[in-house]
């Protein structure tokens, strides 16, 4: 008797253990709680896209492309006013023009290198832009540019002249923006219809323009330059349409030049400062590395 008791109670312990790990075997395991979301936290928005690329239409902009970005530009403005022209000259689209043609390259972030060659006085423009650290995220912007001008045209008494810019842009319900740019020019120089308007020297000027997004890829833009020696001011507005690094703008108004030299103090001499000419711009950008 004692014999069977004691294979009982063995055979009962060995079940024991075994029914114990099968238990601990088939258990889940212990899971993480997890992290809650508090009700009242949200994902920060998206900053805002800029209504303007780098240039809004002959001013500068505080933008600047994604380091690696290489940008084409042409500006097209026609040398006949629209008041005159009829159906024949299609409404001043068939005369000349005052045509622009410049790379952009932007070797390291906020830094933008630039070549602009323009017709009028036969006018390279050279510039550098930094934009500054963001001085209220999404509101204010800032950027400095500088470079010189080489008018290569032979009659010219002045060939080269230096300038300096601050612009600043206020952005306001996230797609309007207000842009100022005090500069500084060193000589200026321009030409209207043949007649050469005479240089000065040690100008300053402060342009001023507006930006606005009508639809996600329509945007206006107006640029204004104030006169300090001639009455009337210049002035030009535009309709853009942007796709992937593509902008295409339609331009009219009475500031045709494109250099700092050259609209800085844009003065109306053998024409009216009534006259409106149309034009356009094209930008296209590459990302390069």
Do not use: C
């Not at 510039?127 to 204010?140: C, D, F, N, Q, W």
């Not at 500088?146 to 008018?151: E, F, T």
Request: no cysteine; proline share 8%.
């Amino acid at each position: 008797m004692q014999r069977r008791s004691g294979i009982s109670l063995a055979t009962v312990s060995i079940v024991l253990l075994l029914s114990h790990a099968a238990t601990a075997q088939e258990a889940p395991p212990p899971q993480k709680p997890k992290e809650t979301t508090p009700p009242n936290a949200q994902e920060a928005p998206p900053p805002p896209k800029a209504p303007e690329g780098s240039i809004i239409i002959t001013l500068n902009s505080t933008e600047v492309a994604p380091a690696g970005t290489l940008g084409i530009i042409f500006t097209h403005r026609f040398s006949s006013p629209v008041q005159g022209s009829d159906f024949h000259s299609l409404f001043s689209f068939d005369s000349g023009a005052d045509i622009g043609i410049g790379l952009q390259y932007v070797p390291i972030s906020n830094l933008e290198v630039a070549v602009l060659r323009n017709k009028s006085l036969e006018d390279y423009e050279f510039s550098a832009k930094y934009r500054l650290p963001t001085v209220a995220e999404g509101i204010v912007t800032a950027a400095l540019r500088g470079g010189a001008d080489y008018r290569g045209q032979s009659n010219l008494s002045d060939h080269v002249s230096w300038f300096g810019q601050a612009i600043v842009g206020v952005t306001l319900f996230s797609r309007v923006r207000f842009s100022a740019m005090p500069t500084y020019v060193s000589d200026t120089a321009g030409q209207i219809t043949g007649i050469l308007v005479p240089a000065e020297h040690d100008v300053f000027n402060v342009p001023l323009a507006f930006s606005a997004a009508i639809t996600p890829s329509f945007n206006v833009h107006g640029e204004y330059v104030p006169r300090h020696l001639n009455p009337g001011a210049g002035w030009i507005v535009s309709v853009e349409k942007t796709l992937l690094r593509h902008r295409f703008a339609f331009t009219a108004g009475n500031l045709r030049p494109t250099t700092v030299d050259q609209y800085i103090s844009y003065d109306f001499q053998g024409f009216s400062k009534e006259n409106i000419y149309l034009g356009f711009n094209i930008v296209r950008l590459w990302k390069v590395n």
